[in-house]
């Protein structure tokens, strides 16, 4: 299903009317070619091209359509009119000197010996090319060139010393075209042209007979996996074959279709990819099988707004609002099928993390219900939307990325995607944030009241006896003990603060982990504590804040021992709402006066 899916996404954008959307003809696919070699059509160099843009390490060169490259193992493996310095021009990869070097000089008098098979290799893939390819102009130029290659006037060259740094990749062209050697007409018919396979079994995506591909593309860009990419489909144990047979004869998927799959994924993993997401470990991709506007949403609703627009999110919600009231996108059928694939390393391979497809629209009104459930009272500073790496990082140390628990992003997206309650770690994260930074954060706040709110969904229709639906602002009705303790502790802070304003630290800072995990510990002190500050008050004021905890205490029969993890969630809430409710509004008292904050 997931093969298949991405295989019509790739048929879908192989022929979108808009080339700059389009992605390459099977045999094909673009790389970033540093440096182009300038060739007259007897083969001498004209010059070297840099094709770079940038600024220092960030430089990055222009993206060719190609013949499709070689699946590069240990062994020497070729690519047809292009490659690294290795391969074209016998230059060692100095990352890969040194640390062969480190392993010991045979090691690396062996790599430089092997440099030679590189460029025996690259030039015997060119002279294999059949009729009319090998008597092309261009192909004859450059064999012309590999023939009379004269180290000497490269090393004249100014870009040399960027060559020798990196093993970057080139190409050829012919002096005056446009398109690379690589490109002409002659080359790419032999390129699309498929090898001419016989048809050797069944393909399991299209049903059609069709050449099995033993060794499928590696796939790119998934955060944490081998740079060099790594694989969903693969066979290289014994226990992973069945009947003797090898590789990818064990999960027969034709040439095209394995090209399909994998130029789909890695074009929707790639650098600068709207249709990406980071979600903890897992880097999560998603597409409809049709152009739709939700596959524009997706990426705000969930990703961080950048610089440029801090508005995108709060925008995308907006308009998610307005679609799933309506019933319609304003590209794209509410019926279309949408995916979203979540994907994490797995040493060589590629584990999937989740795997959700869904109606474009009902989709949407998961998400929808995700975000009503996070929506909470806020400071007039705060965003009204929270982006998911927003929500993770409130409940990671430091609130830094790398702290994030591993799994915790594709659980989450998962409960999402599938309108299920948020995993239990969301909320032992978050509570216990709070109790080390004595902090319920407006982030960590609408954590909590989600997960409540959809663990509470779940229960129904047998509620706990104190169960109610959280309210996005205070609920002065709301009869939870735990949630009125939490909003016991932020009055008492508040009588606290306007006794003594000069106060570096309250109470929250030494008791809010213990009030909130052990009441029955604290909050006699407290009580007894009050006192003395409300003494210090003026009679109105004094007057009203005790009105404020009778009313509190008013469901507060007595201090538990212990709160179980989701009252300490209630108990943060409650602290959150009634400390929002002290911001927004003055509490009226007899004196006018002293109202005054």
């Not at 002409?184 to 090898?195: E, M």
């Not at 600068?272 to 949403?297: K, M």
């Not at 009252?567 to 959150?576: E, V």
Request: one cysteine or more; a neutral charge; proline letters at 7%.
């Amino acid at each position: 299903m997931i093969l298949q899916a991405l295989a019509d996404y790739y048929w879908r954008k192989q022929s979108d009317p808009d080339p700059a959307e389009r992605l390459p003809a099977y045999g094909l696919e673009e790389k970033e070619i540093a440096f182009v070699i300038e060739l007259d059509a007897d083969g001498t160099l004209i010059g070297v091209g840099d094709t770079r843009t940038g600024e220092g390490k960030q430089r990055v060169g222009q993206r060719f359509l190609v013949p499709q490259g070689v699946k590069k193992t240990s062994g020497v493996a070729a690519n047809l009119l292009w490659d690294n310095a290795e391969y074209l021009l016998g230059v060692p990869d100095p990352k890969k000197l040194e640390s062969k070097r480190r392993d010991g000089e045979e090691k690396a008098a062996d790599y430089l010996a092997r440099l030679g098979e590189m460029r025996a290799a690259f030039r015997a893939k060119v002279e294999a090319l059949p009729e009319p390819a090998k008597s092309d102009p261009g192909t004859r130029a450059v064999l012309a060139f590999l023939t009379g290659l004269d180290r000497a006037v490269l090393e004249s060259l100014p870009v040399w010393p960027d060559i020798l740094s990196g093993a970057p990749l080139l190409s050829f062209r012919l002096h005056g075209d446009l398109d690379l050697v690589c490109q002409r007409s002659a080359v790419i018919a032999i390129a699309t042209r498929g090898g001419g396979d016989a048809c050797d079994g069944h393909c399991l995506l299209t049903g059609e007979a069709a050449p099995i591909e033993r060794l499928h593309t590696a796939i790119k860009g998934v955060w944490g996996a081998q740079t060099s990419g790594a694989n969903i489909v693969s066979f290289n144990l014994d226990a992973f074959r069945s009947y003797g047979k090898e590789k990818g004869e064990n999960a027969p998927i034709g040439k095209p279709a394995a090209f399909a799959y994998t130029t789909a994924l890695n074009n929707l993993l790639s650098k600068g990819s709207r249709q990406r997401l980071q979600v903890g470990d897992a880097s999560t991709v998603f597409w409809a099988e049709r152009p739709n506007d939700l596959e524009n949403l997706v990426p705000d609703l969930f990703g961080e707004p950048g610089k440029d627009n801090p508005d995108a999110g709060t925008d995308a919600l907006r308009a998610l609002y307005t679609a799933v009231q309506s019933g319609r996108f304003a590209v794209g059928d509410g019926q279309d099928r949408f995916h979203v694939l979540g994907l994490a390393p797995n040493a060589a391979r590629i584990s999937i993390r989740f795997w959700e497809t869904a109606p474009a629209l009902e989709l949407a009104r998961r998400i929808l219900r995700h975000f009503e459930a996070l929506r909470i009272a806020r400071g007039p500073r705060d965003p009204e939307h929270l982006s998911l790496f927003r929500l993770l990082a409130a409940c990671a140390v430091q609130g830094k990325a790398d702290n994030i628990p591993p799994t915790l992003g594709g659980d989450v997206m998962r409960a999402i995607l599938q309108d299920l309650p948020y995993p239990a770690t969301l909320l032992h994260a978050t509570v216990l944030r709070c109790r080390a930074e004595q902090r319920v954060t407006y982030p960590r706040a609408a954590v909590i009241k989600a997960w409540l709110i959809r663990a509470g969904r779940v229960q129904r229709p047998a509620p706990t006896p104190f169960e109610k639906e959280i309210l996005p602002m205070l609920d002065p009705d709301n009869p939870s003990p735990a949630y009125r303790m939490g909003r016991l502790f932020a009055a008492l802070e508040k009588i606290q603060e306007e006794a003594s304003p000069s106060l570096n630290a309250t109470i929250r800072d030494r008791y809010y982990g213990a009030a909130s995990g052990t009441p029955v510990a604290v909050f006699p002190a407290l009580l007894r504590l009050k006192n003395h500050h409300l003494g210090k008050l003026n009679p109105g004021r004094s007057v009203n804040l005790e009105r404020l905890l009778g009313e509190i205490l008013s469901e507060v029969h007595d201090f538990p021992t212990h709160l179980s993890m989701p009252d300490q969630g209630r108990f943060a809430l409650g602290y959150y709402h009634q400390r929002q409710a002290f911001f927004t509004r003055s509490e009226k008292t007899d004196d006018p006066a002293a109202d005054k904050e």
